[in-house]
C-alpha cells in the first residue's frame, strides 16, 4: 500500500538558518503530495501541494520540489522565521482513490 | 470561502461509556474524513464518506461507529471509551478531485477518565 516516511519527529534550528524537513513516499502510481502545517491549538491547514506539470510550489517563502526519481517532497525555507514553529505533515493522495496518506508528521521549533 | 465545525470542542467522557462527535461542514464537499491524532502517530483514518449514506472503514476503524445522513454532516461514535484514552480527533472535507486539498476542523479533545 502507499506509505509516507518523515523521518525527523523533531527539528530545532535557530532564526534566520534554512529550513529542510524531509518527505519520501511509496507509491505504486504518480500520486499528488502536499504539506500541511498544524499551528498549536488549531486545525492543519494546506501549505502547498505538488502540480500536475514541473513547476515548484511556493507559500509564504517554502517550496518544495517533486522528485519522481527519488520518490521525495521535501519542504524547504531559505531562513526560518519563529512564526514557522508548528508541525508540518507530508501527505499523498493516488488518483481514483479518496483517501489521504500521511506522514508521522515533523515538529518545528524555531528559537531566537 | 466555508468552514468546518466540530462539537464539542471537549468532551470527557467514563470508561465503557457511548460518546459522539459531530462535524459540519459548508463547502457542499462530497466526501468527508474522521481522523484520529496522536503525538508522533500523524494523522490516523478512521472512517470516510464518499457521499451522503455513505460509510469507508479507515485504518483505525475498530471502537469506532460513524453516520452520514446529510451531505453537510458527518458524525463519529467511540462506541465505548477506553479509559486513559487520551486523543485529538479531526474532521475534515474535501472535493473528489485527487489534487484537491483537505479543510479540516478545528478538532474534538477528548477525555477519558
Known amino acids: 500500500g502507499d506509505s509516507v516516511t518523515q523521518t525527523e519527529g523533531l527539528v530545532t534550528l535557530t532564526e534566520g538558518l534554512p529550513v529542510m524537513l524531509n518527505c519520501t513516499y511509496q507509491?505504486?502510481?504518480?500520486?499528488?503530495l502536499f504539506w500541511y502545517v498544524q499551528h498549536l491549538n488549531e486545525a492543519p491547514k494546506l501549505l502547498l501541494k505538488s502540480f500536475t506539470d514541473n513547476k515548484r510550489p511556493e507559500h509564504q517563502g517554502f517550496h518544495a520540489t517533486l522528485h519522481k526519481s527519488s520518490s521525495s517532497f521535501h519542504l524547504q525555507k531559505s531562513s526560518a522565521q519563529l512564526s514557522d514553529s508548528a508541525l508540518y505533515y507530508c501527505a499523498l493522495r493516488n488518483t481514483g482513490n479518496y483517501k489521504y496518506v500521511f506522514g508521522a508528521g515533523t515538529r518545528l521549533k524555531v528559537i531566537a | 470561502g466555508g468552514i468546518i465545525t466540530q462539537t464539542p470542542k471537549f468532551l470527557i467522557g467514563q470508561e465503557g461509556q457511548k460518546l459522539t462527535l459531530k462535524c459540519q461542514q459548508n463547502f457542499n464537499h462530497d466526501t468527508m474524513y474522521w481522523y484520529r491524532q496522536d503525538s508522533g502517530k500523524g494523522l490516523r483514518l478512521i472512517y470516510y464518506s464518499i457521499t451522503e449514506n455513505d460509510l469507508q472503514k479507515g485504518d483505525l476503524s475498530e471502537g469506532y461507529d460513524a453516520s452520514r445522513e446529510k451531505k453537510s454532516s458527518f458524525s463519529l461514535t467511540v462506541t465505548s471509551a477506553q479509559k486513559n484514552e487520551m486523543a485529538v480527533f479531526l474532521c475534515?472535507?474535501?472535493?473528489?478531485?485527487?489534487?484537491?486539498?483537505?479543510?479540516f476542523g478545528p478538532g474534538t479533545r477528548l477525555t477519558v477518565l
Open positions: 475534515a472535507s474535501s472535493m473528489w478531485t485527487t489534487y484537491a486539498e483537505q479543510f
Open positions: 507509491s505504486t502510481y504518480s500520486p499528488f
